[in-house]
Structure formats: C-alpha cells, structure tokens
C-alpha cells in the first residue's frame, strides 16, 4: 500500500533559522501518527508547511501528488485540513457561521451543506446546540470541538491536529482522543502533533519523537512508550488539566 502522506528530507526556515532539518516521514491510509516532543522542536512548523502555510524544500506528496506549488485552498480541495493549535475561530461569529466558513473551499451548498453540517452536530451534539451562540462565549472544549468540526466540513481525507489537548481538561481530553480514534475508524487518516506525549501515543499506531528540527526516534507507538529514554524525557506527567 502506498503513503497517504510521504514527507522526505523537508527543510523548513525563518529567514537564517532552519526550524525543521531533513524530516522524514510517512502516513499509510487509516492511519494514525503522532509527533512528540519538547516545545520549539518543530512540530507547528512541520504541519504548517505540509498545509502550505510556510515554503519548504524536499519531498512533499499527498496520495501520489506533489504538493508544492499547491496553496492552502487547493490542498484543501485535494483532500487535507488543518486544526491549528491555536483553533483560530472567528470568535464574533456564532458556531454555525464557523462551520459554514469550513466548507468553504469545497463548495457545498443547499441540502449537501445542510447534510455536512447535520453530521458534524451528529457527532458533537453540544455544537448543535449552540449553533446561535458566538464562538468566543464557548468554553475552551467547545471550542476545539468547534475547531475540529469545522475541518471535518471539508470532508478530508488527512486531518492533521495541533496540540488537541492543549488546555483542556482530562475528561475533555479524552473525549476528543476518543473521536480522534472514531474518526481514523471512519476512513480519515490522521496527523497528530501532540505535547502530551503519553496521551499521543495511546492514540496512535505510529510516533515520531521530533528534536531541534530532526527526528530523534521513530517507531511503532506501543514500542516507543516503553523506550527508556521517551518514558524519562515525555512520559513523566500526564495530561495538563487548566480549562
């Protein structure tokens, strides 16, 4: 079987400072892999510019294509979708604007829309209840549920999520691992960039351990749990509870 995502040698820079340095990596079809490690590794940088939201040299394909040349709205359309870390919603905007604004680039309008929308309510119920309500007034878990929904608008094929667990609670935490985990069921392939490393791994099939830019350890996820120096290094806390 051939990658979904095949990144090879990726070097990514601001201005003089190369933030990622000849990473490689590759996610299969159903997949889900998760990326860890210490802040500043490059772990951001390494999604923004498989989005197309910074330059990159090296090797960058999606199901077979390359990817360069392509901007956001494009591989949007190709079938990619980013949660980034910070959700960035339209905070005046009320939930059911965000998620509209999510199948944007697809197109959808009509009854398709209504149907998309219905699937995201579907499977976050508290969105449909709040769909009047601006997303600013949401709490910090709606919102990521918000965030998560909107991408989910575009129907895509590989989303890739920033830091889901940030700031949240355990029991939020969990809850959005859990539809991580439905989602890799239903078909889509997932990217995970995730601080809580031992929550990231749980999750997913495969990891990746992302130091000063390169690719420290990689392996099955079960594996690298039980690596000594990942156990001393990530695996010392479990997940942050602040909301």
Do not use: W
Request: charged share 25%; glycine share 12%; with cysteine.
């Amino acid at each position: 079987m051939s990658a979904m995502l095949e990144i090879g040698d990726l070097h990514v820079s601001y201005g003089q400072v190369e933030a990622v340095r000849g990473v490689s990596l590759s996610l299969q079809p159903g997949q889900i892999i998760s990326v860890i490690g210490p802040n500043g590794a490059g772990k951001t940088t390494l999604l923004a510019a498989a989005m197309g939201l910074l330059p990159s040299k090296g090797l960058l394909r999606f199901e077979g294509q390359d990817l360069h040349g392509l901007d956001v709205e494009a591989r949007v359309e190709r079938g990619l979708c980013l949660v980034p870390e910070k959700r960035e919603l339209f905070g005046d905007l009320s939930v059911l604007d965000n998620l509209q604004l999510g199948a944007y680039a697809t197109k959808l309008r009509g009854e398709a829309l209504r149907r998309r929308l219905h699937s995201v309510y579907d499977r976050f119920p508290r969105l449909g209840e709040r769909r009047s309500q601006r997303a600013s007034t949401l709490s910090g878990g709606e919102r990521q549920m918000l965030a998560v929904g909107r991408a989910l608008m575009s129907s895509p094929r590989l989303l890739m999520l920033d830091e889901p667990s940030l700031g949240l609670a355990p029991l939020i935490v969990r809850d959005i691992l859990t539809i991580v985990r439905q989602l890799r069921d239903e078909g889509v392939s997932i990217l995970l960039v995730e601080q809580n490393a031992r929550a990231a791994l749980e999750t997913s099939d495969h990891g990746y351990v992302l130091e000063t830019g390169e690719i420290a350890l990689s392996g099955a996820s079960r594996d690298l749990a039980g690596d000594a120096r990942v156990q001393a290094t990530y695996l010392g806390g479990g997940a942050r509870d602040e909301d």
